[in-house]
């Protein structure tokens, strides 16, 4: 089971005296341990909460896909009211609050330029695949970031939940507060450097299990991970260094193989049916692709393109 204590504003918060057992290993070393502390350099901005909601006067959700919309749609006392933004829409500049940005990826810049110059720092950003550049390219890095490890099959369905997703950043008890109350944990991380490894553990996920999927005829990621854990296992093996290297966590503080490569297959046999899509090919394979073209992932993602560019 995961850690939890409870705050005094009612969200419940990651404890750092005891790890979960999907927290990561600094060389074999957990995060939270003291050798491992040192190595941290930036703690999250102050946690927001104004008056009686935990977000505020209004909560924004710009995207009105399958996860905008579940999030649209939480009841609870910490929550404030809603408004649910088309990605086109101008996000409003004279109240304060969190902005939940679930939108695509390649639809971010738009969403950003959209919203008020003194609005940008409540945005939240709930994508997949690596957001580090776009993020220090709009002076965006302090900014609320999250890590979805719940599946909504089609808009208005409820959520699948895996257990895992993580928050960070200056409203990450608000969007705790929310997820909860959709019925999903929700763990809110106080340490940005236990929060990429979360993201690349994430980023894998999504890479690795969409090349597969994809160049299997849509297969399953509960098949995908029953069936070939040797092939995720190679896929790590040549993906996860060079996502270290990002985020500056190589050597003895790179990431345990055999317990990323576990956290995947737990994942994947949470929500056995879902298909991955090999899909947003600049911001996941297509990032790797443009640092390393490793055997496998190369193999696999040249496959998946010859499909696409076949005739249906």
Known sequence: MLGFVSSTAGVWIHQHTRCAPTSWLCGGTRLNSPSCRRHR?????????????????????????????????????????????????????????????CTRNDDLAEVVAKCPPVRRGDLV????????????????????????????PRVGDPPADGGGTVVWGPWAAAFAARVRSCGCQCTVLEDKQEFDCRMIEKLLWICIFGVLSESQNGMPVGEIAEKQPDRVRQL???????????????????????????????????????????????WRNGWFIERQRTPLHWELVERCRQRAAKPS
Do not use: C, W
């Open 236 to 282: 790590v093996d040549e993906l996860a260094p060079i996502a270290e290297r990002e985020v500056g966590l190589e050597g003895k503080h790179a990431l345990d193989r055999g317990q990323l490569l576990q956290s995947l297959l737990d994942y994947s046999k949470k929500i056995p049916d879902f298909v991955a899509g090999f899909k947003e090919y600049r």
């Open 125 to 152: 950003f709930l994508q997949n695949g690596m957001l580090r550049s776009f993020l220090l390219e709009h002076n965006l890095e302090h900014a609320t970031q999250a890590l979805v490890f719940f599946a909504v």
């Open 41 to 101: 350099t930036e703690r999250s901005p102050g946690i927001m909460t104004l008056g009686a909601s935990l977000e505020g006067e209004l909560a924004t959700v710009v995207g009105a896909g399958r996860i905008g919309t579940l999030l649209a749609s939480a009841k609870g006392d910490e929550l404030a009211p809603v408004r649910l933004l088309r990605r086109q829409d101008s996000i409003e500049g004279g109240r304060k609050g969190p902005i939940y940005v």
